[in-house]
Structures are given as C-alpha cells and as structure tokens.
C-alpha cells in the first residue's frame, strides 16, 4: 500500500533529525568544574544585590576590603592590612589589586560604592548593613547628603572609616558583599545598566564574568589581572544549567554534566540507592517558632509557650519531620559554628538541650487555661510557607498539640508574599521562621529580637535584652560583647519569646575530580576559588 | 475581508484592554507587599523603594500610568530585576518558548494526523489499538511526569551505553530541543490524534467517498484530495488555540530540562508579586492568544471555502 510508504517517509527525518542529535558525546574540559545553579542572579550591581545566587557570583568576581579565609577568619582582600579603633578604621590597600581593564583598584572605589549604597535615590535593600559607618542611617532617611557618608580616602591607597558608634564586627561586614567596590566612571558609563549582563561590570576578584545568557547559562574565566592569581587553579567556572527542579539537578549529576549536587529531602534516598559520597556542612541558618505578643493574642501568656516547650522533643524533630543528616536540634538563637571570644560561642556559653517533659506540659497547660478562663480546645493560628517541607512540620505540630494540650492548630498556608506580609502585620499566633547570617558574628542573630529591629515579627520587647544588646552594640571589647549577648538570649530563652527548632544542614555530593572547594555557612556559597580539578581515569 | 479582519482587531484591542484592567486590579488585591524581601527593610529604605516604583500613589493614579506607558509598549522594569526592563525579558525569553511550542506543534500536529490517520485506516485491528493505548497514556499523563520520566531514561540510556545520545537538559543546540519538543507536545499529539480519528471514520462513510470511489479514484487519491482535507478541518480548528497554550504553558517542562522559556519568569514574577513583569506579560500573553484566534479564523476560510466571510 502507497500510503505506508508515504508513512515511512514522513518518518524518515524524525529518525535522522535523532540520529544527528546522538554521537555529540564531549569530554570534559581540563581545569573546568561544571555546576548548576536554581536560579539566576536577578541582577549583579552589589550595591542591590541580596540573594544567594547573586552572592555567588560576585563572591567568584569581586573582592572586597577582606575575604572569609579557610576557617573562617577575615584575612586580607583589596586591603593589604587595617586598623581598628573605638572611633574608626583605617585599611591600606595593596597597591596591585587591579580591575580586569588593568586599572588599579582605590580607596575612591570604596567610597563611590559606599555613598551608593546609602543614596535614597538607590534605594538599596541592604543599605542597612552599612549603619555601622557614621551618617550612613541618617543619609538613608533623607536628613543628610550623601557626601557626609563616613567614608574617605585620603589617597589612593588609603581607606578611612568612620564609626557611628563602636563596632566590633565591622571587619566581618568587610567581605559582604554590599560592602564591595565599584569605580565610579565605569559605572556611570552604563547608564543605570550597571550589573544587568556580563559586559556590563567590571571585576576585581578571582574570576571575570565572561558570559551571562539570562536564565541558560554563566560563565567564569579565571582573572588574570587577579592580584592573587597564583592561587587560583581553575581556569573556567561553567555553569550551563539554571534550574530550581531538583530531579533534574540529579539527573545532569548521574549524567555527569555536572560537578556538585546539593541534596534535598526527595534526592537523599536515590543518592543513597546511586551509592554517591555524601558529605554534609551547617548552611548556617537556624529555624524557631515565632510567638505572636501583639495585644489580644494567646500567645502573649507564658504558661501556654512553657506548655509547648516542655512537650516540644527537638531530636525527635529533626530527626522525623527535619530529616536532613547533620541538622542539629534547636535549644539557642545563637547556632553552634558561630565564634565567640577566642574559641566557640557555645562552648564559651553552653545552653543544656530541653527535654521534653509530658506531664510538666500538660500542667503549664491547665495553668494556662485556668489564667485566661480558656477552654479546650484551644484553637491557635499556625502561619507558613506553601512548600512540601514547611506542610509536613505544620502537621507534626498539628498532631503534637492536639494529642497532649488539646489545642487545635490551624494552618495558614500563604505564598512567600503573603506569608511575609502577614508575619509584619502579625496576623499569626506562631510562625515557623528561620534567619540565615549576614556576617561571621553573634550579632548577626542577637539583634533580631531588640525592639527596633523589623525582622522582629511577633513584637515581644524586653527592655534588658535592649540594654544588653544595645551595650554589646556600643563597644568593641570581645568580653563584653560576647558576655552581653549571652545574657540577652539567656533572656529571650527564659521568656519563652521563641522556640528554637533546629540547625540546617544541607547535604551534598561532588564528582571524584573536583576538590578544594568549600562550603561555607556565612558568605559565598559554594566557594570555587580554591578548586581545583583532578584528571582521573573514567572519573565521571 | 478587510472590514472583517479590522473588525476582528479592534474587538481584540478591547479583550487586551479588558485583561489588562483586571489583572492590574486583580494583582493590587492580592495581599502582601511586591517590595517585602525575606529580611524586612526599615520603613525608611521601603519608602525609597516605594518612591523609585511609584508605588507611593494611589492605585488609580498607578492604573493611569500604566496604560498611558502600554500605549508607548512600556512596560517598565522589574521589581525583582531592578536593571532588566520588562519587553527586554520578553524579547530574550519568548523567543525559547516559541522556537519550543512551535517544534511541539509540529510534532503535535504531524504525528496527531498521521496516527489518526493510521487508526482509521485500521479500525479495530491491532496499530489502531496499540496506538490508542498510547493516547491514552498521552492524554492522561501530565507532561511534567511525561518530561521526568523521560529525562530519566535518557540519563539511564546515557549511562548503559557510556555515550551521550542527548542531552538531559540545558538549551542551545538542536539535540537538546528533542525531548522538550516531545514532552511538550505528547499530550495535544494524543489530543489531536483521537479528534482525527473520529473525524476520520466519520468522513469515511460520507457519500462523496463513494462517488471517488465509483469514479475509479486510486484509494491515495482518495485519502489525500478527500479524507485527509475533509477531516483537518476540526484539527485545525483546536490547534490555534492549542499553539497558544503550548507556547506559553511549557513553564514545568522548562523547568525540568533547565530551559530559559518565558513561563519561568511568569511564574516568579507570581510568586514574588513583580507586578510590572506580571502585568508586562499577561498583556503580552493576552495579545498574543488573540492574535492567533483570529489568525486561525483566517486560515479557516483558506481550507474550507464554505466558511469563507460573505460580503456583505
């Protein structure tokens, strides 16, 4: 019959058009490490700049006054060395750090990016993190010109800082990314397109942005005008696939297009099952339930949060409803890799792990109903996120609160959005919230619950936790800082003022032929600098 | 035919407008703030980001600007992307989606026929009733499970025959638009088959086949100037609005092939409430699904005469 040939023809191109599709097996290209980002950096003009996936890049193509150092101490960046007073700060910089044109990099390109920041006509997110230099929050408001900034340098190789008031963490702020440089001339040259693509940035750091395909694709080269470039083994960073689909982040990993895997709760077991060397780090954050103290909530009452502490088992937690290896249970605000006085935070200030205690839960409890007249069922209002993860932790404590303290808990499922809207309107009795650090000190998370600071959602306010956190502000003595934010969370702990879940960790996996990179719990995320690629036989 | 067309294009006009008004209204009653980031920022540095995006004025005064800037085809820059201008992330990101939808279509629209075709021809004999089990395997499963399994298998294939016979994700050469394509374009091929099928048998049994026939038409003859003709027609028919569907709805299957279409910046401008790109691309999606509606009202009247508008 005619037609079954007309048929086979018609398939014809089909089979070849496949054919020609197979046979484009590539092999690796020597000193590149392939890797997969979730999504692109929405932009990357530092001075906006406030995600992760933006820190990552500019982390690989910016340096600033200093850098985060292998464990974890800030160690010299543009600047060669600084000095640190009560009142300031002055950082000499080297005199061959240079941008990827060849130019040098100065102290004037501080200022520039600095005054940026602060400029309300830039309106920067994170202008915030700059408080700590003089004027910065006043010129912020409009009540002062950006000139004022604390800020100059007083040539081209020397970099003087003004405190607002004493900082003992200021060198930390030195390598976050807002605090970056940017040279004034190019930046202007771009007409307000600063950071939109590749060829519209200028690098000081380890690596140039060579290619920036929106939403397909970045490419690293290394930065030969870089001043530390003998330490730097890679040569290109590829970065071909931008997906948030962690089954086919898996899939390009097995297909070994692909260096590094971070494994979510869904890909744990098939890694487990593909056999791959898992290995796992602390990504810094720590999670707690928020209680709501705005005038008429329940949770105000602090038998009925001593009733759900006792009942609370953080191990059982993590382990069940977490189930992420490595995360640690929750007992403080201030997370276990965080550095004290001279050696660990927590060590120097250990909080013993609660134990869960039934039937001192269920006594809180009565007392709580019999000083508010409330009745069981108790109903509270449970706010979250829609993610699968964030469903499966309301349900646990849905079950937990019904079946010891009679109280239903009713889940508010909101989109990103709407769930943030709603946790600064309060419109929650408990929210499962979580903060991730800015910066390498224990003020990073002490602040979070003084009075004035915005991200304190449930408005519960102690007037010795300001005074502790507001001294710990106002000096750079270690002892006193460290002491005076140990004696605030003891505080906040004691009031019940919220409920700390966990510490995240995050497990990952690496082909056998990259090494010396590293992960790290504040800043950058994962650090490529220090990479490098081994060339092994029927590595995949 | 002129008047028509103008006809049509101005009632096109006022449907773009119409989705335009009520998905600006609709998105300012969606609670939560487009300018809240996951720190919160103090209220001062909100106000200057309110200021720069004119969100300081009152909804109808931000409504009038609006439609004065989509007039001029301005539809500002993003909230999320603070140096991208809206049709910039069209310009750079349709054209995926489109290259995609359109290489589903093909496959759709090809394979939808020509196995259609095949199970009329067929009736209840063994390729009918292996190729329906596969259209219902094609309609009934969600192409995102559809691109899943695939891209596994694909892995699995790449992994036993040590070679890569294509891609598992990423965007640029020809190879790595072959499972897409298919993922996208599996459950309207299943769609079109079933339609063509029906279509098909119900045209095998008209009279002016008997008349072909009595006249000594050869049985390709018959299958290309009468069946085939006769029984496009209502493929035709649901493909416009099929193409439009497919080119903007492949969000979940670019997400797995790691793909930079335009329903991914869609579905984040949702979700992070940026309202310029949401309303840069609902206008834009808006236009364009009317565009191909009177598009296909136009190739209607070219296959069958019998539609053709009368003058009037």
């Known amino acids: 019959m005619t037609l079954r040939k007309v048929m086979s023809t018609a398939l014809a191109p089909a089979l070849a058009f496949a054919a020609l599709a197979a046979g484009c097996s590539k092999p690796k290209a020597p000193d590149t490490l392939y890797f997969s980002m979730a999504n692109e950096p929405p932009e990357l003009n530092s001075t906006k700049a406030t995600d992760q996936e933006s820190s990552f890049v500019l982390g690989h193509v910016m340096e600033g006054l200093t850098r985060v150092g292998a464990t974890g101490q800030q160690v010299p960046g543009v600047a060669e060395r600084w000095n640190l007073t009560d009142q300031g700060a002055t950082f000499f910089l080297r005199k061959d750090a240079k941008w990827s044109d060849g130019k040098t990099v100065t102290a004037h390109d501080f200022v520039f990016a600095w005054q940026t920041v602060v400029d309300p006509k830039n309106a920067s997110e994170y202008a915030f993190i700059l408080f700590p230099v003089k004027n910065a929050e006043a010129i912020v408001q409009g009540k002062s010109p950006v000139a004022s900034l604390g800020v100059k340098a007083s040539d081209d190789f020397t970099l003087e800082v003004k405190f607002e008031k004493p900082c003992g963490y200021f060198l930390a702020l030195t390598s976050f990314t807002t605090y970056f440089p940017i040279r004034e001339e190019f930046y202007s040259a771009q007409g307000g397109k600063y950071g939109a693509e590749a060829e519209k940035l200028l690098f000081n750091g380890p690596f140039r942005l060579t290619q920036w395909v929106h939403g397909a694709s970045l490419e690293f080269e290394k930065n030969d005008a870089y001043w530390n470039r003998d330490q730097i083994h890679l040569k290109l960073i590829k970065v071909p696939y931008i997906t948030s689909d962690t089954s086919a982040r898996l899939n390009l990993f097995k297909d070994g297009k692909i260096d590094l895997l971070d494994l979510g709760k869904n890909s744990l077991e098939d890694a487990l099952n593909e056999e791959f060397k898992m290995k796992r780090y602390l990504d810094g954050s720590v999670w707690y339930l928020q209680y709501n103290f705005s005038e008429g909530r329940i949770t105000r009452n602090k038998n009925l949060r001593k009733a759900i502490q006792a009942l609370f088992d953080p191990s059982e937690y993590v382990n069940k409803v977490v189930a992420v290896p490595g995360s640690i249970p929750g007992s403080t605000l201030i997370p276990q890799w965080l550095g004290g006085k001279s050696t660990q935070f927590r060590q120097e200030y250990p909080v013993a792990p609660s134990r869960p205690n039934i039937a001192l839960a269920k006594s809180h409890m009565d007392t709580f109903l019999k000083e508010t007249g409330q009745h069981a069922p108790v109903s509270l209002v449970w706010l979250t996120g829609d993610t699968p993860g964030s469903a499966k932790e309301a349900e646990y404590f849905q079950n937990l609160f019904k079946k010891h303290l009679g109280i239903e808990l009713r889940i508010d499922k909101q989109i990103f959005k709407q769930r943030l809207a709603k946790m600064l309107s309060g419109e929650f009795d408990i929210v499962a919230a979580g903060w991730g650090p800015d910066y390498a000190d224990p003020m990073t998370f002490a602040d979070l619950f003084t009075s004035w600071n915005e991200n304190n959602r449930g408005k519960w306010k102690n007037d010795a936790y300001d005074a502790l956190i507001r001294r710990a502000q106002g000096t750079t003595n270690p002892v006193v800082r460290m002491d005076s934010m140990a004696a605030a969370e003891k505080i906040l702990l004691e009031d019940q003022a919220i409920l700390p879940t966990f510490e995240k960790s995050t497990v990952y996996t690496h082909s056998d032929r990259l090494s010396g990179f590293r992960r790290r719990s504040v800043g950058f995320d994962p650090d490529f600098t220090a990479a490098k690629i081994i060339e092994t036989q029927g590595a995949r | ?312």
């Open chain 2, 1 to 312: 035919m002129f008047s028509y067309l103008l006809k049509q294009l101005a009632s096109g006009l006022v449907t773009v407008y119409f989705i335009a008004t009520a998905t600006f209204f609709a998105m300012h009653a969606v609670p939560g703030d487009p300018l809240m980031g996951n720190k919160a920022t103090t209220p001062e540095i909100r106000a200057n980001l309110a200021r720069k995006y004119g969100l300081d004025r009152p909804v109808l005064e931000q409504y009038g600007m609006f439609l004065k800037n989509m007039a001029t085809g301005d539809f500002g820059i993003s909230f999320t992307q603070h140096n991208r201008s809206v049709n910039d992330i069209i310009a750079k990101h349709f054209p995926v989606s489109a290259i995609l939808g359109f290489l589903a279509i093909v496959v759709a629209a090809i394979g939808g026929v020509m196995l259609g075709s095949i199970t009329a021809l067929f009736k209840n004999r063994a390729p009918d009733k292996l190729i329906m089990i596969l259209v219902i395997f094609g309609v009934s499963v969600p192409s995102f499970v559809v691109a899943a399994l695939m891209q596994l298998g694909v892995t699995e294939l790449n992994r036993i025959t040590h070679l890569s016979i294509l891609p598992v994700g990423g965007w640029g050469e020809v190879g790595h638009m072959v499972l897409p394509a298919l993922a996208l374009g599996l459950s309207t091929l299943a769609f079109l088959t079933r339609l063509m099928r029906s279509s098909m048998l119900e045209v095998t049994g008209a009279d002016y086949i008997r008349t072909a026939k009595a006249k000594g038409v050869s049985p390709t003859g018959i299958f290309f100037g009468h069946q085939l003709r006769n029984a496009i027609l209502p493929v035709v028919t649901v493909l416009g609005p099929a193409v439009a569907a497919i080119t903007t709805g492949g969000f979940v299957v670019e997400q797995v092939f790691a793909i930079p279409g335009l329903g991914r910046y869609f579905v984040q401008a949702v979700n992070q409430l940026d309202y310029t790109v949401i309303m840069g691309l609902t206008v834009f999606y808006g236009a364009y699904l009317v565009g191909i509606v009177i598009l296909v009202d136009l190739l209607y009247g070219l296959i069958d005469p019998r539609i053709r508008v009368q003058k009037t």
